[in-house]
């Protein structure tokens, strides 16, 4: 990411840019558009998708890496476009990138595993790191896939990617477990950060296959991680912005989100209101969206970003530099 962009990010000038979202239900689980739709340009909201290389294969690459996450959105992103003017183009990018989640995934250890090639120093992750969140999007672009392309195996590789779910962080999965709170981490280390906008695609993926397969062992987790994400919804809320996570700096600053997460914040739990039917969802919706529109609001928003810059320059908000959840 571009210092410049970066620097937009932090210290937005427009405040009109919002996240559209979509719930469908669960009649076809799996197999219609995604709930977050994706932007992909270039702008300062976007997902940089439409200047990105790509392998000769058509799968999108980040620099030199392939970054599971990203694979998956972009899948998503396409399919949706698809779904919504019938591109070939469209289905074939999406299935490039659901042919490399199907072919990509770890069988050494916890089967379904997809591994990162390059290290996230600010939660202390080396090469070889893994994320919920990488697998519960893979599954929810591999439903898709095998609903579009039935017969090649991409339902199983989906009940593969949801392996990671049956193991705590601690024995190679992607879950945190204390005191009957249930977490996906995003960044599935023993730092484990609480990533709010991570957790909440991975319950997504496990949610889809739950209704699509009828997998009963996911029943528990799927209420636990709701439950948990209800239960902690004021440890993310500051009361006039969200929090992207909960690794606090060494000084104990908290991680504020960027407009941008705010955003996902807000759709994401537009969504969750209606497949949980829990007013708790749309009641924090309510409140984060207001927070957007209130000037007292924005002002803080940017006066914590300048704030935190002198511990983001020495790295104190990392976990190397002494930033702890």
């Known amino acids: 990411m571009s210092a410049l962009r970066r620097l937009a990010l932090g210290f937005p000038l427009d405040w009109s840019h919002r996240r559209g979202y979509s719930f469908s239900g669960n009649a076809k689980a799996g197999a219609g558009p995604y709930y977050i739709e994706w932007n992909a340009g270039s702008g300062v909201f976007g997902e940089q998708w439409d200047e990105a290389p790509r392998d000769p294969n058509g799968v999108l690459l980040t620099g030199p890496y392939y970054h599971p996450i990203r694979i998956a959105q972009f899948a998503l992103h396409r399919h949706s476009a698809w779904l919504a003017c019938g591109s070939e183009s469209a289905r074939a990018d999406f299935l490039a990138q659901a042919v490399w989640l199907r072919d990509n995934q770890q069988h050494r250890g916890v089967p379904g595993l997809y591994r990162f090639t390059f290290s996230w120093d600010k939660y202390g992750a080396e090469p070889g790191w893994w994320s919920a969140m990488a697998q519960g999007e893979a599954i929810s672009v591999l439903l898709r896939a095998e609903h579009t392309a039935p017969g090649n195996g991409y339902g199983d590789a989906a009940v593969r990617a949801a392996e990671p779910f049956r193991y705590e962080i601690e024995r190679g999965g992607v879950?945190?477990?204390?005191?009957?709170?249930?977490?996906?981490?995003?960044?599935?280390?023993?730092?484990?950060?609480?990533?709010?906008?991570?957790?909440?695609?991975?319950?997504?993926?496990?949610?889809?296959?739950?209704?699509?397969?009828?997998?009963?062992?996911?029943?528990?987790?799927?209420?636990?991680?709701?439950?948990?994400?209800?239960?902690?919804?004021?440890?993310?809320?500051?009361?006039?912005?969200?929090?992207?996570?909960?690794?606090?700096?060494?000084?104990?600053?908290?991680?504020?989100?960027?407009?941008?997460?705010?955003?996902?914040?807000?759709?994401?739990?537009?969504?969750?209101?209606?497949?949980?039917?829990?007013?708790?969802?749309?009641?924090?919706?309510?409140?984060?969206?207001?927070?957007?529109?209130?000037?007292?609001?924005?002002?803080?928003?940017?006066?914590?970003?300048?704030?935190?810059?002198?511990?983001?320059?020495?790295?104190?908000?990392t976990v190397r530099g002494g930033a702890h959840t």
């Open 175 to 317: 879950v945190w477990r204390r005191a009957g709170d249930v977490f996906f981490e995003e960044i599935a280390n023993e730092h484990a950060p609480h990533v709010l906008n991570g957790c909440v695609f991975a319950l997504w993926g496990i949610w889809e296959l739950r209704e699509r397969t009828g997998e009963a062992w996911l029943d528990s987790l799927i209420e636990g991680c709701g439950e948990t994400i209800r239960r902690w919804l004021p440890r993310f809320d500051t009361g006039w912005w969200t929090l992207y996570s909960l690794l606090r700096s060494a000084a104990g600053r908290p991680h504020v989100a960027t407009l941008k997460y705010h955003e996902f914040h807000i759709a994401q739990m537009r969504v969750l209101a209606a497949m949980f039917e829990t007013g708790a969802f749309a009641d924090a919706a309510d409140r984060w969206a207001a927070y957007v529109e209130r000037p007292q609001c924005r002002t803080r928003l940017i006066t914590a970003t300048m704030r935190s810059l002198p511990e983001r320059m020495l790295k104190r908000d």
